[in-house]
């Protein structure tokens, strides 16, 4: 999937804010995003961070992500595994859905941040 060029560049931003620890910065980039351009370009951005998180060594699934007890975990974890899950197995139908879905719920931005937050945290295991 061609991602735009300010999906990429927005989701820098968010990683590099995520990465100082400014939760502030990092919701008012994604509120920005929304703002120009609603739940699509928010689904952009957050597809950019799937990738960053699960990494480009990915060979195409199927695959089946195992998330012991996830349906006890909050909502936005839960949507963090699925939204992972829906990127590993190349379905950008299941990730939309998943965003319009968190939309109507009003988790959107936090379920955003939580997916941020696991990228800069995977990017640190990795680099250190």
Same mark, same amino acid.
């Given at each position: 999937?061609? $991602? #735009?060029?300010?999906?990429?560049?927005?989701?820098?931003?968010?990683l590099?804010?995520?990465?100082?620890?400014?939760?502030? /910065? &990092?919701a008012?980039? +994604?509120?920005?995003?929304?703002a120009?351009g609603?739940?699509t370009?928010a689904?952009?951005?957050?597809?950019?961070?799937?990738?960053?998180t699960?990494?480009?060594?990915?060979?195409r699934?199927?695959?089946r992500l195992? +998330?012991p007890d996830?349906?006890?975990a909050?909502?936005? /974890?839960?949507? &963090?595994?699925?939204f992972?899950?829906?990127?590993?197995?190349g379905d950008p139908g299941?990730?939309?859905?998943l965003?319009?879905a968190?939309? #109507?719920?009003?988790? $959107?931005t936090?379920? $955003?941040?939580? $997916?941020?937050?696991?990228?800069?945290a995977?990017?640190?295991?990795r +680099?250190?």
């Amino acid at each position: 999937m061609d $991602l #735009s060029t300010a999906a990429t560049r927005d989701a820098a931003e968010v990683l590099d804010r995520a990465l100082a620890g400014e939760a502030d /910065a &990092v919701a008012g980039t +994604f509120h920005s995003v929304v703002a120009k351009g609603g739940v699509t370009s928010a689904y952009d951005v957050a597809w950019c961070l799937a990738q960053t998180t699960v990494g480009d060594q990915l060979a195409r699934g199927p695959w089946r992500l195992e +998330f012991p007890d996830i349906d006890q975990a909050p909502y936005e /974890a839960r949507w &963090v595994a699925r939204f992972l899950s829906a990127y590993a197995n190349g379905d950008p139908g299941t990730g939309t859905a998943l965003c319009r879905a968190a939309q #109507s719920d009003g988790h $959107l931005t936090d379920c $955003l941040l939580t $997916l941020a937050g696991s990228a800069a945290a995977t990017l640190r295991r990795r +680099f250190t």
